[in-house]
């Protein structure tokens, strides 16, 4: 597999731009043929995993012999695949920033539709936070690390890229991991562009993941930026946790992570927070204010959580974190005991019973030549 013949500039070209040039030309996604993708994977014989829209395969580019991921798609319809795959092509490929995946390439035919990222080698951040087979244990630092990069990788989809975009899946599995255990985030699949001025979105099916999907997106309000805040929120918990935010095997007060931790937090009870959590003392500043950003990202009102860019800010320990509000209270008000059925939906997020109304955008189908146009799509060839 090469690259198409390299770009020869013209004598007149100084070299400087030519450098400028080179550069731009290896940050566009390559066009894969399907035999080209096979053989990258050795017939896709190591799987790395599998989620709600395909299976991912380890490979080798033959481009440049760097490991790459192969995310062949499937889907209920073609239509489905076309606008995921629309969807991940038209914003990952033309964003790019170190704490976010990077799309290498894809391959659109009809035998195989398939997108190609860079190969995060320690994995997605679920695998070593929860599963009994867990990767290696990360460390406090680390993990504090991990939080800080995450949110700088959001907040450049939120307001730094020239177009806003909104992620809707932010949780454990969609952060990975480099060899440095750097955080990337993942899967912009779900991602819809949406224009600054413009920042309500309409939903128009089912987004995000429940336990991390915030209330407007099971609910009919209106939907911004800030469900991505509230996603964070939830995966921040379960970073201090190192759990998950619903355990059922727990007992009954700490099987919802996040509202225990209000509770110990309301009641000044914060030695026996981190005892539970397993935090050393050495942290207890730290671990106050990610408890602290974490509250305040779960905000019942969007209105009510920060940006994200204040979130690094506060995590990092250069902008005080406020007193957070209750982010439960809705749960409460009206009656003096929990409502169970409100707090079943909030830790579920609504389950499958999503509200939809009228669209922002509307896909149209992929025709590869103007969508390679449009995003400046570079094709390998034999
Ligand atoms: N670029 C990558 N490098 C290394 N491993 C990866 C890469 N992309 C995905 N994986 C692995 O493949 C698994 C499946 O990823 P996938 O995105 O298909 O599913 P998911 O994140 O669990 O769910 P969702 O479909 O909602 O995104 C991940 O959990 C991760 O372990
Ligand atoms: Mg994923």
């Known amino acids: 597999m090469q690259k198409l013949s390299p770009f020869i500039p013209p004598p007149f070209i100084p070299l400087r731009v030519v450098q400028v040039i080179e550069d731009v030309e290896k940050e566009k996604p390559i066009r894969f043929t399907a035999q080209q993708l096979r053989t990258a994977t050795d017939n896709f014989s190591v799987v790395l995993g599998s989620g709600g829209y395909g299976t991912v395969y380890k490979g080798i580019s033959r481009n440049n012999n760097i490991p790459v991921a192969v995310k062949v798609l499937k889907g209920a319809s073609?239509?489905?695949?076309?606008?995921?795959?629309?969807?991940?092509?038209?914003?990952?490929?033309?964003?790019?920033?170190?704490?976010?995946?990077?799309?290498?390439?894809?391959?659109?035919?009809?035998?195989?539709?398939?997108?190609?990222?860079?190969?995060?080698?320690?994995?997605?951040?679920?695998?070593?936070?929860?599963?009994?087979?867990?990767?290696?244990t990360i460390g406090f630092e680390k993990l504090h690390e991990i939080a800080v990069g995450t949110a700088n990788g959001i907040s450049y989809l939120h307001e730094q890229c020239p177009q806003r975009i909104v992620h809707y899946d932010i949780k454990p599995a969609n952060?990975?991991?480099?060899?440095?255990?750097?955080?990337?985030?993942?899967?912009?699949?779900?991602?819809?562009?949406?224009?600054?001025?413009?920042?309500?979105?309409?939903?128009?099916?089912?987004?995000?993941?429940?336990?991390?999907?915030?209330?407007?997106?099971?609910?009919?309000?209106?939907v911004t930026h800030k469900c991505d805040v509230y996603s964070f929120g939830m995966?921040?918990?379960?970073?201090i946790g190192r759990r998950r935010n619903v355990d059922v095997t727990v007992s009954d007060s700490q099987e919802w992570f996040p509202i225990w931790a209000w509770n110990k937090y309301e009641r000044n009870?914060?030695?026996?927070?981190?005892?539970?959590?397993?935090?050393?003392?050495?942290?207890?500043?730290?671990?106050?204010?990610?408890?602290?950003?974490?509250?305040?990202?779960?905000?019942?009102?969007?209105?009510?959580?920060?940006?994200?860019?204040?979130?690094?800010?506060?995590?990092?320990?250069?902008?005080?974190?406020?007193?957070?509000?209750?982010p439960f209270s809705h749960l409460f008000s009206a009656v003096t005991e929990p409502d169970d059925s409100l707090a079943r939906i909030a830790r579920n997020g609504g389950g499958s019973e999503w509200s939809s109304s009228e669209a922002l955008t509307t896909s149209t189908g992929v025709t590869g030549t103007s969508l390679m146009a449009r995003y400046e799509i570079t094709v390998a060839t034999d």
């Open 78 to 136: 073609d239509k489905t695949i076309e606008e995921q795959f629309i969807a991940e092509v038209s914003t990952m490929g033309r964003t790019h920033h170190y704490n976010l995946v990077r799309l290498y390439g894809f391959c659109f035919e009809s035998s195989l539709i398939a997108l190609v990222y860079e190969f995060m080698v320690n994995g997605s951040l679920d695998n070593h936070l929860f599963k009994s087979n867990k990767g290696v």
């Open 175 to 222: 952060i990975l991991l480099d060899s440095n255990f750097s955080a990337k985030v993942a899967d912009f699949g779900l991602a819809k562009l949406c224009n600054r001025d413009n920042s309500h979105i309409t939903m128009t099916r089912n987004r995000g993941t429940p336990g991390y999907a915030a209330p407007e997106l099971w609910m009919p309000f209106p």
């Open 235 to 239: 995966l921040l918990f379960e970073i």
């Open 269 to 326: 009870k914060l030695n026996e927070f981190m005892i539970d959590c397993g935090i050393e003392e050495k942290h207890e500043e730290v671990i106050t204010r990610m408890l602290m950003v974490a509250l305040c990202c779960v905000q019942y009102k969007p209105e009510n959580r920060p940006m994200m860019s204040i979130v690094v800010k506060m995590l990092e320990g250069d902008l005080e974190v406020p007193e957070p509000l209750n």
